[in-house]
């Protein structure tokens, strides 16, 4: 059973710094691509980060030079480094494995038929 669970968020004032967690349960990291999610409310959902699955890393031009994506391949741990946060960063952050749920091949990136955590939520007050 695949579970993917996130970790890490919480608040904090703008110009601070988080760092999430996403742990894979029965999911390996490098076999689809991985990335990370937000939603915030009366918004929809946008991705942070995102690496594909021949390996190379894309940024939300909004948290380009703040946030970094990295991977403890030996742990199935998906991170995410957030600094000089904003309040506009605010939102709920899933992290999204890229492999069907249906069967085992990779999706495009944020396909609601691919595994997603329930969410960590940060705040950023001004």
């Known amino acids: 059973q695949v579970l993917l669970m996130e970790s890490g968020g919480g608040s904090v004032q703008a110009g601070g710094s988080l760092k999430l967690s996403c742990i894979a349960s029965g999911y390996i990291l490098s076999s689809c691509g991985m990335g990370w999610y937000r939603q915030s409310p009366m918004k929809a959902r946008e991705m942070v980060s995102q690496r594909y699955v021949d390996g190379s890393i894309s940024y939300a031009e909004s948290v380009k030079g703040r946030f970094t994506i990295s991977y403890d391949n030996s742990k199935n741990i998906m991170y995410l480094e957030m600094t000089n946060l904003k309040t506009e960063d605010t939102a709920v952050y899933y992290c999204?494995?890229?492999?069907?749920?249906?069967?085992?091949?990779?999706?495009?990136?944020?396909?609601?038929?691919?595994?997603w955590g329930r969410g960590t939520e940060v705040r950023v007050s001004s």
């Open positions: 999204a494995g890229d492999q069907s749920r249906v069967r085992p091949v990779c999706l495009p990136p944020g396909s609601d038929l691919a595994y």
